[in-house]
């Protein structure tokens, strides 16, 4: 069946630019989360989305960065005016519901370089 | 609020020997842990998890981890190693009323012939 799916698998941009990046969870599922891999800082959570609604944006690096849910399927994540320590993979992940014990499933990510 | 450690950024085995990857936790409230694998320029994909349920759990590929609570530890271990297992492992957390994974450092695997 089909997976979590991103686009675009690479992005590269120059500094000061806006991105988008998107992502298709698996069909149903309702939960779904956004989060950063970086040389330095490795794993980190960014945000999730219950439904179309974000409760918790508190791990956000900052106000550059905001993400939106449409239909309680496709989330995209932008990051306006681009610096180079933006520069990472974005993985997103979605799970049958909020549940700590449900397998958040992972799409292959987004690789995205700042010049 | 809850960590992940994981001791060994690197592993290295020969094939046909044990594989154990070490993950130790922190957790003020009963831990869910779970193992990914990622392979080159892909996503994370679930190995094992542990929800509370039997504490030695057994996953894909051979795997399985024990889940050892006055060692606050969930190490993973495959009996035999494979040349197909090379691939960087993430040790998670996540508990009761918070879902949001928190990752280790992650364990790049080795495996010489």
Redesign the interface.
């Known amino acids: 069946g089909a997976g979590v799916s991103q686009s675009p698998s690479n992005k590269v941009t120059e500094k000061g630019k806006d991105v988008e990046l998107r992502c298709d969870p698996i069909s149903g599922h309702t939960a779904l989360y956004w989060y950063r891999q970086s040389l330095g800082q490795g794993l980190e959570f960014l945000i999730y989305f219950q439904g179309n609604s974000a409760p918790d944006k508190s791990g956000l690096p900052s106000d550059r960065f905001s993400a939106e849910r449409t239909g309680g399927s496709v989330s995209t994540l932008t990051i306006q005016r681009t610096q180079q320590e933006d520069s990472a993979v974005y993985l997103c992940a979605s799970s049958s519901s909020l549940a700590s014990t449900d397998t958040q499933y992972f799409g292959p990510g987004t690789r995205l370089t700042v010049l | 609020a809850q960590s992940v450690t994981q001791l060994g950024s690197h592993v290295s085995v020969s094939e046909g020997a044990l594989v154990l990857l070490r993950c130790n936790y922190s957790s003020s409230v009963p831990p869910?842990l779970?193992w990914?694998v990622q392979y080159p320029?892909?996503?994370?994909?679930?190995l094992l998890?542990y929800?509370s349920a039997a504490t030695l759990v057994k996953g894909i590929n051979g795997f399985e981890a024990e889940f050892k609570k006055s060692e606050t530890s969930f190490h993973l271990t495959k009996p035999s190693a494979h040349m197909s297992d090379a691939a960087e492992y993430?040790c998670?957390v996540?508990?009761?009323?918070?879902?949001?994974?928190?990752?280790?450092?992650?364990t790049m695997l080795l495996v010489s012939p």
Not at chain 2, 41 to 46: F, H, P, V
């Open positions: 869910y779970f990914y320029n892909q996503g994370l994909q679930l998890k929800t993430f998670a996540s508990s009761t009323g918070y879902s949001t994974l928190t990752f280790g450092k992650g």
